[in-house]
């Protein structure tokens, strides 16, 4: 890469650890950026960009030590490259993400800055999201499944919250509803080749049942597949308790 070239969209954000679908990813070229009027660059396996200087910062990513866009313009840029508006609002979670993290990779203030510096491919649904993203999500999946219990109707639930009772710390759930006591817990594959963790688990779910949670556990196959189901369940759940 020549001086003044910089990685950005979906290459930059796999380089920042912003979570993608894999088919996106899979099937990606390399996106080499310049900041105009340099002439973008051109090369076999590279999709080149031309970036308006108002629209994109850049700075050297700490852990590889390469020329990245700047987390906030890299998240605004991906409004044109994620087909479903769950991903763009998992990845903006990604970014403003301060829950058991150092620091985040950029702020919602530094998001708003990006969405409104000016037109670009993408800005729309980037200004839709906005407003859903949340700091302190933990993952992809768990994005997706507040989001979905959110659009089927049933109230937005917390996140990642610490359940203790008769001070005893029980565990975090991924997503709860306290004042009902109703956790939802998304299960994914690493759970299963995890023997120690799935051990965990069980062993925190059990917990919380004898506490008097109602624990409702959401598939991938659910998720992503039938999320009418994993709505009802939770809607069952809620039901339960009045």
Known sequence: MSDGEFFSHVTAAVILGIPLPYALVARSLLHVSVLRPRRLPRSAGVRGHEAKPSLVTTARDDRTGLMVASPASVWASLGRQLADPYD???????VVRTWRVDSPLATLAELESAVA???RVGVVAARL????VRTDSASRTESWLRLTLVDHGLPEPARNHEVCEDGVYLGCVDLAYPALRVAIEYEGEHHLLDPEQWSRDIARYEALRAAGWIVVQVTKSELFGTPAVAVQRV???IRRRG
């Open 88 to 94: 763009l609002v998992a990845a903006g979670d990604a």
């Open 117 to 119: 510096a000016g037109r």
């Open 129 to 132: 999201a906005l407003p859903r």
């Open 235 to 237: 809607r069952e759940a």
